[in-house]
């Protein structure tokens, strides 16, 4: 009797390779932040934490489409800036007025978007350059227009999109307004990426600019429409944090390079081709929770800001070295 050899087939061994160390890094965090405080376990609790994320997770999320498509946008934080200044004179405490402003402000960040591309495609400036000055600029006007101080007023339903939190959800108890625009901006950048024939045109950009430009690829509209995006996603962000910090500043300080280093915690490679939306998500999360984590602790801004230096530092050397073992 001859014996039936087994085909079936062997389970597949999970790898490291297959863990997002994104989400690890997060869980550790959080769990940190849990044992100092016990009551950031309750849900309630959770959800605030996300409603305070929600911006920075929202510039990952724009920032990794131009990683991804081998460059960087600098822009982003004076865009956030630009953002609240201007809705807090523009519509000078008069609810009627939020709307049309919105509007407005996305008109503003399509400019700025529009102009950040066209430089790097057709000027062929590099885009740590071009964005830099788009940068200086943007802060520029924006501190002249408000004469380098706070004016005018932001209205209760503006400020609304920042703080408004629903009662009684079933589950949840709460659900901050924010986190439900996080969860559709979140779920768009998803779609656009992973389920379009943008998303595989970007990586394809981002991975080989020559062999996609002989492939048919269109090259110069595929990273003009990815700074769009991102600063896009600069104005959304900026909206939330007018909404829940009130009239600044000092509203985008510093969230550029928080961003590129979020995307880079959760594996975007920074030469182009490679990441994820959901790896930029918890690569956000993990570097807010880590600065929660630090405010518990009470430790001085100073030293939070130079530890932020020493992760961005990190986050490239390690995209480096997985880019090394990869290829």
């Known amino acids: 009797m001859t014996a ?21 890094i997060f869980v550790v965090l959080y769990a940190g932040i849990a044992i100092l405080q016990p009551n950031y376990l309750d849900a309630a609790l959770f959800m605030n934490f996300l409603r305070r994320a929600a911006p920075l997770i929202i510039l990952a999320c724009g920032q990794l489409y131009v990683i991804l498509s081998g460059g960087f946008d600098l822009s982003m934080g004076a865009v956030v800036t630009l953002v609240v200044l201007a809705a807090s004179m523009l519509i000078g405490g008069d609810p009627t007025m939020t709307w049309p402003v919105i509007a407005g402000l996305y008109a503003m960040g399509l400019v700025v978007g529009l102009a950040n591309g066209l430089i790097v495609s057709f000027l062929k400036v590099p885009s740590i350059i071009a964005t830099l000055g788009m940068m200086l600029l943007v802060n520029g006007l924006a501190l002249a227009w408000s004469g380098g101080a706070p004016r005018g007023d932001l209205p209760d339903n503006f400020r609304d999109l920042g703080r408004l ?6 589950l949840l108890g709460v659900l901050p307004i924010a986190v439900i625009i996080l969860v559709v901006v979140t ?14 045109r970007l990586l394809a950009v981002g991975d080989n600019p020559r062999a996609a430009e002989l492939a048919g690829v269109p090259v110069k509209p595929t990273r003009i429409a990815a ?18 910090s009130g009239v600044s500043v000092n509203a985008g300080r510093g969230l550029e390079l928080q961003a590129i280093a979020a995307c880079v915690i959760g594996g975007a490679q920074l030469l182009g081709g490679r990441g994820s939306v959901v790896g930029a998500l918890f690569g956000a999360l993990s570097l807010f929770a880590l600065f929660t984590l630090l405010n518990l602790l009470g430790l001085p801004q100073a030293l939070r800001d130079s530890l932020q230096g020493v992760i961005l530092i990190a986050a490239v050397g390690a995209s480096v070295l997985r880019h090394r073992r990869s290829s």
Not at 187 to 200: D, E, F, P, Q
């Open 187 to 200: 779920v768009l950048a998803w779609w656009g990426l992973h389920a379009t024939a943008y998303g595989k």
């Open 227 to 244: 700074f769009v995006i991102s600063a896009l996603s600069a104005v959304t962000a900026g909206i939330l944090i007018g909404g829940f």
């Open 4 to 24: 039936i050899p087994d085909t079936a087939r062997p389970a597949r061994r999970i790898s490291l390779r297959d863990l997002n160390f994104a989400l690890l």
């Open 165 to 170: 939190v629903l009662r009684d959800v079933p």
